[in-house]
T-cell receptor, first 113, second 116 residues
């Protein structure tokens, strides 16, 4: 069964700090890894990673995939209170030709002013 | 361009009643996915549909749950004879025609189902 595990499950830091969120995966037919940010409602798409070692960047957020270690990290620099959210990691479901996503439980990030 | 729309946003049902959750994908998207998020759990894939076709329902409970995506109108997730354990947030996501190696899905705001 496919598995996506995130750590830590929760994290509290002060505004301005840099954080690193971790995601490891066990997927039979790996195709890509995705990061989402979930605030009160819909998860919003952040990054999709398919190639090992290539960093994707968007403003203060960046992410990189390590296929050898079956893992990915999401970095947020100079954190702001608006970064407080649950960050979800997901991989396409490898069963039966479906394109559903298998999600980790998420990292609940709280940025204190 | 409106995003994925779901309604109702909140739904309360008594045990034994039916729940119908609706999802309108983003304009131009022909793939719809339903996920369930139980308290303290991650999002779990339930079913993947294209217009008039269920492509994969391997994540859906075998009984009481069904989904459709008709030629016209929204996708519907239907739960018959609801039980307390069905209380959860149900999210719908959509994606456009599959581009090679593209797995991005865009989520709606969810329907929070409470069974009393």
């Amino acid at each position: 069964e496919d598995k996506v595990v995130q750590s830590p499950l929760s994290l509290v830091v002060h505004e301005g700090d840099t954080v690193t969120l971790n995601c490891s995966y066990e997927v039979t037919n790996f195709r890509s890894l995705l990061w989402y940010k979930q605030e009160k409602k819909a998860p919003t798409f952040l990054f999709m990673l398919t190639s090992s070692g290539i960093e994707k960047k968007s403003g203060r957020l960046s992410s990189i995939l390590d296929k050898k270690e079956l893992s990915s990290i999401l970095n947020i620099t100079a954190t702001q209170t608006g970064d407080s959210a649950i960050y979800l990691c997901a991989a396409p479901y490898s069963g039966g030709g479906a394109d559903g996503l298998t999600f980790g439980k998420g990292t609940h990030l709280i940025i204190q002013p | 361009n409106a995003g994925v729309m779901q309604n109702p946003r909140h739904l309360v049902r008594r045990r034994g009643q039916e729940a119908r959750l609706r999802c309108s994908p983003m304009k131009g998207h022909s793939h719809v996915y339903w996920y369930r998020q139980l308290p303290e759990e991650g999002l779990k894939f339930m079913v993947y549909l294209q217009k008039e076709n269920i492509i994969d329902e391997s994540g859906m409970p075998k009984e009481r749950f069904s989904a459709e995506f008709p030629k016209e109108g929204p996708s519907i997730l239907r739960i018959q004879q609801v039980v307390r354990g069905d209380s959860a947030a149900y999210f719908c996501a959509s994606s456009p025609l599959r581009a090679r190696n593209s797995y991005e899905q865009y989520f709606g705001p969810g329907t929070r189902l409470t069974v009393t």
